[in-house]
Each structure stands twice: as structure tokens, then as C-alpha cells.
């Protein structure tokens, strides 16, 4: 079976920082593109980053330079640092393991 268990989210103010994490397991992060996901309130599901082993990350223009996706294999972990955190940053964000394999969610509020 296939476990993406995010955390690390939470209430900050705006232009402060959250890191995320997503402890993957039945999956290697090393070898899979995976990626971070959110969803405010009435709105769609997003693309916020993706890595892989045969692109450099990507990012929403709206997230880029404040984001930075990684992954430490040895814990089999992905991670999303958010920097300079916006009001509009608000939403549920979700880990993607490819294909169908998605988190739970773990809820980042910025406050103004």
C-alpha cells in the first residue's frame, strides 16, 4: 500500500515560513516524481511544485522564489519550504506520489 502523510502546516503570519512535510511510504521518492498540491476554498486544486530525477523542480509563477521543493531519500520524505508566506498562500496543501497516490492534506493559514 501506498501512505503520503503530509504535516508541518499550520497558522503563520504573512511573510513568515512553513516547512511541510510528506513521509511517503510503498513508494521511493528517489525514483518518483511527486509533487505539492493546495486548494483554497471554493477554488480548484493547483499545482504548487513538482520534482523529478530528470527535470529541475517546477513552480507556479505565483509561488516562485518563495518555494523550494526537495526530497531526502534516506528518509523517504519530500518536502516544501515556504518562504515569505502571502494571505493568498492559504489553502489545504497535498502531497502527489504520481499516478493516483495522494495525502491527506494539511491546512496553512496566513494571516494578514
Known amino acids: 500500500q501506498v501512505r503520503l502523510v503530509e504535516s508541518g502546516g499550520g497558522l503563520v503570519q504573512a511573510g513568515g515560513s512553513l516547512r511541510l512535510s510528506c513521509a511517503a511510504s510503498?513508494?521511493?521518492?528517489?525514483?518518483?516524481?511527486m509533487g505539492w498540491y493546495r486548494q483554497a476554498p471554493g477554488k480548484l486544486r493547483e499545482l504548487v511544485a513538482l520534482i523529478s530525477s530528470v527535470h529541475s523542480p517546477n513552480y507556479a509563477d505565483s509561488v516562485k522564489g518563495r518555494f523550494t521543493i526537495s526530497r531526502d531519500n534516506a528518509k523517504n520524505t519530500v518536502y516544501l519550504q515556504m518562504n515569505s508566506l502571502k494571505p493568498e498562500d492559504t489553502a489545504v496543501y497535498y502531497c502527489?506520489?504520481?499516478?493516483?497516490?495522494w495525502g491527506q492534506g494539511t491546512q496553512v493559514t496566513v494571516s494578514s
Open positions: 510503498g513508494i521511493y521518492v528517489s525514483i518518483t516524481a
Open positions: 502527489w506520489g504520481g499516478g493516483p497516490y
